[in-house]
């Protein structure tokens, strides 16, 4: 962008304001329009509909205070629900295993990772008909069909059917994970973005982690169809109170709704909005479908944080998947007691959280300050220091377990490796949610889906690494694996902004 161009406020959604001299709309009739329709018509082309920011209550950024705490409150509440429920069931799969007559360790790992192999599947669905037909309508689609595939999880009359209903649960349940985070850069500028992703971020980091927590004393009270009983209701509600109170954001969406007001009331056919790409809806579906892939296999920063991130939550799944089984083998911890060793991890993720958001958002304000431009790398500063907690966590997790050292040992260590985690996973989504703006929801989906892959397929490996090298080795090959990724973040802290010029984001 040339130096004499006045950057929008809304620049995180890719839009530049125009200063020509403001012309209304032809046939506009003032007294079928209210105050601030007459404002936004402020462009140099007299049939074109501005977004500005300032003083637009109808800009989300604008919206009451209550309303952008209900909206992101019930997201980051959904986005905590969702991934809980792929790993609630882990306690209880020695039930599930017992009941339908199965013995085969991968089988019994794949019961839990299937949910994050159909969560890899959903974004492709819906980021892109969120970017077409606007956030809430997805939502409301994605969340009744997760209700739909819980109930089934709990009547599930055979192992293959339940391992099916998971399937489709995780597919509905991906939703609010892939288009959340869209959703929180639609409501929050990126000044004060990291606070607010921050507490997103609690839900898909630390749902993993509380679901064994308690599924371990839920199994051994009820069984573990109350596990998914549990969830439904609680999930049932969620989807009742967005129905209520729910919002749409998306600036795109929002706009042409006033641009169908206007065309109604002026007659003038040939309005459009200044985020109007002038295509067909069938146009926007074919280009929604495949930008996703586009963003993940035409730029750099979507295929390398894709496959980063792969690893880094493939890790969280193979401890989701091997914990309960080193405990009790290691320590003679089990029963309702067993979800108790992943406290470690989420009081980890929960450091990680919150040094995070008040590390990234005070660079954001400092490097913003005099109507600076923002530099999406700002968000990266902390993700090598993430890069050494994950592997210095899977060392001290690894060796201790193998010599028995006393079990707060490796819970220490899991908590390094949920600093680590949790660092990167927050930094890397917000440095893709800055540098991608309103094509932010493929952006995550396709990382999303990357990622989901690594979930869902590391722990079946895992397994028999373990049994191959032992708890010591087999995580001992992990940190290197891990160590060997930590120059990652560095080189695109030098040249983020050098890739972010070569391959136009915008044009895919």
């Known amino acids: 962008m040339s130096s004499d161009t006045k950057q929008h406020p809304i620049s995180s959604q890719g839009v530049e304001e125009t200063s020509n001299e403001f012309r209304p709309p032809q046939n506009l009739d003032p007294q079928r329009l209210d105050g601030m329709e007459m404002s936004v018509l402020r462009s140099g082309d007299q049939d074109t509909i501005a977004w500005p920011v300032d ?11 209550l309303r952008i705490y209900t909206n992101a409150g019930i997201l980051t509440f959904l986005a905590f629900l969702n991934p809980l429920s792929s ?24 019961i839990v990772s299937i949910f994050v192999l159909g969560s890899a599947f959903g974004p492709l669905v819906f980021a892109p008909m969120s970017e077409i037909y ?17 109930v089934a999880c709990a009547l599930a009359p055979s192992l293959e059917s339940l391992i099916g209903f998971r399937f489709l649960a995780g597919f509905f349940g991906s939703c609010p994970i892939t288009n959340g985070g869209a959703s929180i850069a639609d409501l929050v500028p990126p000044e004060r973005r990291g606070a607010f992703m921050a507490g997103f971020a609690v839900g898909p980091l630390l749902g993993p982690v509380v679901g064994p927590i308690i599924a371990g004393f839920l199994t051994s009270a009820m069984g573990w169809r109350w596990n998914f009983w549990l969830m439904v209701i609680v ?57 996703p892939a586009k963003l993940l296999f035409l730029t750099p920063i979507g295929l390398v944080f894709a496959l980063h991130l792969a690893v ?6 193979l401890m989701f998947s091997s914990v309960t089984q080193v405990f009790s083998q290691q320590y003679g911890i ?19 959280v919150l040094a ?18 923002l530099v999406p790398e700002v968000r990266l500063q902390l993700t090598p220091i993430g890069g050494l907690f994950l592997p210095a966590g899977l060392f001290m997790y690894g060796w201790s377990a193998e010599y028995h050292v006393h079990w707060i040992v490796p819970i220490l260590g899991m908590t390094l490796m949920g600093v680590g985690n949790v660092i990167m996973f927050m930094s890397i989504c917000l440095y893709l949610i800055d540098c991608f703006g309103i094509y932010s929801a493929s952006a995550l989906a396709a990382n999303t889906v990357v990622r989901s892959i690594g979930g869902g397929l590391l722990p079946l490996a895992g397994l028999r690494l373990f049994a191959s090298l032992g708890v010591g080795w087999g995580n001992s090959l992990l940190g290197f694996i891990a160590t060997a990724m930590i120059p ?19 044009s895919l």
Not at 239 to 265: H, N, S
Request: net charge positive; charged share 20%; proline share 5%.
């Open 134 to 150: 606007g956030r809430l309508i997805v939502y409301h689609i994605a969340n009744v069909g997760f209700v739909a595939f819980m």
């Open 235 to 291: 999930a049932g509600v969620v989807t009742v109170g967005l129905f209520i109170f729910g919002t749409e954001t998306y600036a795109p969406i929002l706009l042409q709704r006033k641009v169908d007001r206007l065309k109604e009331a002026t007659g003038n056919e040939n309005l459009r909005h200044e985020l109007d790409d002038g295509l067909t809806p069938w146009g926007k579906i074919k280009r929604g479908i495949v930008r």
């Open 356 to 373: 995070t958001s008040i590390v990234t958002d005070r660079a954001i304000k400092t490097t913003t300050a005099g109507g600076k431009t």
């Open 55 to 65: 003083d637009n209550p109808d800009h989300p950024y604008n919206w009451p205070k």
């Open 334 to 352: 089990r029963g309702s007691l067993s979800g108790l060793v992943f406290l470690g991890m989420g009081i980890g993720s929960l450091i990680g």
């Open 488 to 506: 990652i973040p560095l080189l695109f802290l030098k040249y983020g902004a050098l890739l972010r010029g070569k391959f136009d984001m915008k």
């Open 312 to 317: 880094v939550y493939g890790y969280i799944y």
């Open 87 to 110: 790993s609630i069931i882990a306690p209880g799969v020695p039930q599930i295993m017992e009941e339908f007559d199965r013995d085969s360790p991968e089988l019994a790992a794949f």
